[in-house]
Structures are given as C-alpha cells and as structure tokens.
C-alpha cells in the first residue's frame, strides 16, 4: 500500500479513494509515528492532504516535524523538509498565511545546513512562491532565479556523473523553476520572456513516463503564460 499511496498524484482518483479507509485506519492505530516509520507515515500524511482531509494531515506533519526534532535535530536537512511539508497542507488549502512562515522556517533550515543542494533550492522556491503570492514579483524572481542556478549546477554535475536518474530528478526540478520563471515573466507584462523560459520544461516533461502529473502541470502553465497573463489567473 505504501507504494501506491507515495504515488497517489500518479493514479485516479477513484483509486486513491479505494485505499481512503485503510490509510486512515493505520494512521489512527499507530497515533505516534516514530524514526522507524518515518517514511510511511509522511507518505500518509501527504495522501490525506491530496485527498481533502487536512485535518488529519495537519496533525501528522507536525507530529512529524517534533520527531525531525527529536531524532535529527532542529537544524538538519530532514526537519527542514519536515517544516515544507507542514507548509504545504497549509498551502493547499490556499491558507498561504499559515503556510509562509513553515516554508521560510523550512529555506531557512536548508539553507543555513545544505546551501548547495536540490533540498534548499526547492525550499527557496517555495519561498519565492510566497512573494509571488504577496505580489511582490521581484523578489519573487530574484529567489526564483537562484533556485534555478543551483537545480542547473547539479544537473550538470548528475550529467558528469552519468547517473541517469540522477539527471531525470534534476531535469524535473530545473523545469520547476524555469516554469515559475516563466509565470513570473508573464505577470510582469514579458509574456515573451516567460515563454522563452518556460518552453524547454514544458517540451521536456510531456516526455516523463512515470509520473503524469508533471506532464499536466507543465500544460497548465504553458496555458497561463500563452493567454495573456493577469493575477487572477497565474497560480502558485
């Protein structure tokens, strides 16, 4: 099940549904995760919130983020993905408010414990998607761009290496910020510009095999930038 449920933007929603009961009923059997079940129980975590059950996600991500704490430390690569990940319920359930500070606690930490690495590249992100969201575009694109040299840099290293999955993840996250770049360009009045940056990611994941929910998010924003862009309109 745990596969299936790390996987659940990959597969309908029906199946996801199916597995509902049983997630559920393992997350209030085992009402304390511990080190050892870590993994399982973020995936669950992660599940709940795509599923529209918040609540319980809230409660375990944080749950999750003491544990970081606890076994990790404070100031550590997990518990900085840790602080992301309770971001994100707050995020998507468009309470950016309660989601800022979690995202900048979590840049934060990964930036003060790995500052050249895809974690905090991606946390940068998502910070930048805070700014984009408090209209302040600028900033926005200053971190967004930063990102975007550090996902380049270990993608060249990965591409060195010859390790294939290694540049298939690193493709993925390079696409991420060239799409963001991309949306910012367009709301700035360069939908030109946001084109530009924003095509090789789109012509790259329309290729991705395993998970196809990077395919349509990719459409998506191709389709926001195409349209002449407004507020209201782009997404982060």
């Not at 970081?68 to 359930?93: D, F, I, P």
């Not at 591409?159 to 910020?177: L, P, W």
């Not at 095999?209 to 990077?214: D, G, I, P, R, T």
Request: net charge negative.
């Amino acid at each position: 099940i745990d596969s299936k449920v790390n996987n659940a933007w990959n597969i309908s929603y029906e199946e996801n549904c199916q597995m509902e009961s049983l997630v559920y009923s393992v997350m209030h059997a085992f009402e304390e995760p511990t080190k050892e079940s870590f993994d399982y129980f973020e995936h669950f975590a992660t599940f709940c919130w795509i599923q529209g059950n918040f609540d319980l996600s809230e409660d375990y991500e944080k749950k999750l983020y003491q544990l970081s704490c606890k076994e990790w430390g404070e100031w550590s690569v997990h518990t900085g993905a840790a602080a992301l990940r309770v971001a994100a319920v707050y995020h998507n359930q468009a309470d950016y408010a309660s989601a800022r500070p979690w995202y900048e606690k979590g840049y934060e930490i990964q930036n003060q414990v790995a500052p050249d690495t895809s974690e905090n590249a991606q946390a940068m992100g998502k910070v930048a998607r805070c700014y984009a969201q408090n209209h302040d575009y600028e900033m926005s694109k200053q971190l967004f761009e930063k990102a975007y040299h550090i996902q380049e840099k270990i993608l060249e290293k990965h591409t060195q290496d010859g390790n294939a999955e290694g540049i298939r993840k690193a493709n993925i996250e390079v696409s991420f910020m060239r799409q963001n770049l991309g949306k910012i360009y367009a709301i700035q009045g360069e939908a030109d510009k946001g084109y530009e940056m924003a095509l090789p990611s789109y012509e790259f994941l329309k290729t991705e095999k395993k998970e196809a929910s990077l395919v349509i998010y990719a459409m998506f924003t191709m389709a926001y930038i195409v349209k002449p862009a407004t507020e209201c309109m782009l997404s982060f």
